[in-house]
């Protein structure tokens, strides 16, 4: 069946390509013979002109005429009548339906003129229902079209925007794709610190996020750290696919507290060293040690910074420890406290308060550890207490790495000591340690063999350090305390009834640092899951025996189920290995006979000694 083209018809047009497509009909243009489609392809609005030719070739059902040509309807009325129907016949186009109106009671071929006006109503609903769907219909394509376009304008506004604001920043890409996680993630859980509580663990370890430096700023480096809430850091580390695609790879830890870069050195104190300054007034040994890479901000938090009245965790320890002497609840003791300042450099022990004397570390009868010479100075303010600090600081041991011109390169102790007057029993002692900066051995490649030397032994020291801290939370009887002499000289802080340990792990913000802050943070993960192994350990003996059990065949069956799994992927993969090697020596039919029975031993001993290994690990 025919019909005449009109627009928002469906047709059928054949592409450059040779390919059909359906499209519809957006333009005719009866002057030119062609019309114009439209259709949507990936995301987008492609159009075309064709010839009517080419139209009708593969749209036969169509025919093409003008809006002018329009069927005269045949009148069965007087003469008088036919000549003024005719004319509005011809004013009347196909599409116009609102013509129709104009007709009076008619009594077309003989039916009545209830007919007629039925028939009038009929045709009058589908030229409305017809013409409301075509233009339905171009009104969506036309939006649709609107709104890509729209989108599009946007996205490239938004990539000008950021080629503009990294120009020279080859991490723009990484930029933003750390912008979309950060977009994306949870901030219901804001990071607010004002009015929790700290922790109280045998052993709690906090992270602290240092801003980027200006060194960091004129390399270009972008932060890659999040911290989202105050439990939990996520290290962003770039990375590329086997097609060059960068992605990052989300590492995501959680500590009993997490400072980011906006939290000064009083938040910090009042999350990690505040807490244990009751426990020496209890008779216990508190250790607050700062670890981390080199530059990240050890020293900075440890010491803070007169040149912006930043108090560091040495002042604001001591002002605590004054304060609760003078309080009611401790004057009656009458404490006495007396600090002393020493380092450890290359397996030697140095006095800081007395122009850096070599010192000796020695056991006593009763396998105290004590260090032979050490200077010991009563202060009775805070203020005595900082002088000593900046007196010890000056004869420290610096030097210069490649990851920082600055670098503290020994582990710097100071020890607060809490003893009755007229005693010399120790009441309780504090230990702050400003540990030296953990290194790789790309960061001291260009470096002298003194430096080197010096990275092994800090290296060295900090790892003899975990292994303390591991048995300390493991409540260990044996603690390889003689493993170095940083842990030697804090044996007391680990053996004590009363011991409790805070580590500070700095990490720094810039990408250039990332795998050394991976480092330091799944150091730091280690030591907190000493934590809580130890708590959970607790909960653990207090379950029924029947549930812990059951837990351990639970275990015990995934470790032989994973293990027997193993064992058939290594015995399939030595089968399918010299099954290869056996086809290409029967492919190899120019091989001699003695060359093929030797080649063939030496498989088939292979095979078995691989088998053998796979066998004896049964």
Known sequence: MTKILSIGDSITIKRTNGALQEAIVSDIDYDLQCIKVEWYENDDTKGKEIHFVNVQSLNP????????STSQIGLNQSETNVEKNRSQARRTKATNCDSLKDYGMLNVEGRSIAGARTTRSAVESNCKQKNSVTLQRINKLERERLERRTKQAKMKAE??????????????????????????????????????????????????????????????????ITVPNKHQIIVHEPKHKVDLTKYLENHTFKFDCTLNEFCSNETVYKFTAQPLVKCIFEGGYATCFAYGQTGSGKTYTMSGDTEYSEPGIYTLTAKDIFKNIQSNKYRHCNFMVSCSFFEIYVKKVYDLLNLKEPLKILEDGQQQVQIVGLTEQVVYSVDDVLELIYEGNKTRTFGHTSANTQSSRSHAIFQFYLRTQNTTNIHGKFSLIDLAGNERGADTFSASKTTRLESAE?????????????????????????????????????????????????????????????????????????????????????????????????????????????????????????????????DSSYMEVGSYYCNLNTVLTDAIASLIKIKDSI
């Not at 059902?61 to 002018?68: D, V």
């Not at 009015?195 to 906090?206: F, G, N, R, W, Y």
């Not at 032989?560 to 099954?579: A, G, L, P, S, T």
Request: charged fraction near 30%.
């Open 458 to 586: 800090i290296n060295q020291s900090l790892l003899s350090l975990k292994e303390c801290i591991r048995a300390l939370g493991r409540k260990d009887g044996h603690l390889p305390f003689r493993g170095s002499k940083l842990t030697q000289v804090l044996r007391d802080s680990f053996v004590g009834t009363n011991s409790k340990t805070c580590m500070i792990a700095m990490i720094s913000p810039g990408i250039g640092s990332c795998e050394n802050t991976l480092n330091t943070l799944r150091y730091a993960n280690r030591v907190k899951e000493l934590s809580d192994h130890n708590s959970s350990k607790d909960k653990y003996y207090c379950e029924r025996a029947s549930s812990s059990e059951s837990r351990l065949l639970t275990v015990d069956k995934k470790k032989k189920d994973e293990h027997m799994e193993k064992q058939n992927r290594d015995m399939i993969r030595v089968f399918q290995k010299y099954k290869k090697e056996a086809e290409l020596l029967l």
């Open 159 to 224: 990539r000008h925007d950021i080629m503009k604001k990294t120009q020279d920043n080859p991490y723009w890409k990484v930029t933003q794709m750390i912008g979309d996680f950060r977009d994306r993630i949870d901030t219901t859980n804001k990071h607010f610190l004002g009015h929790d509580t700290p922790s109280d663990h045998l052993i709690t370890v906090a992270v602290r996020k240092r801003p980027i430096n200006d060194s960091e700023i004129k390399k270009n480096e972008i932060d890659i």
């Open 61 to 68: 059902q169509y025919l093409f005429e003008p809006p002018s």
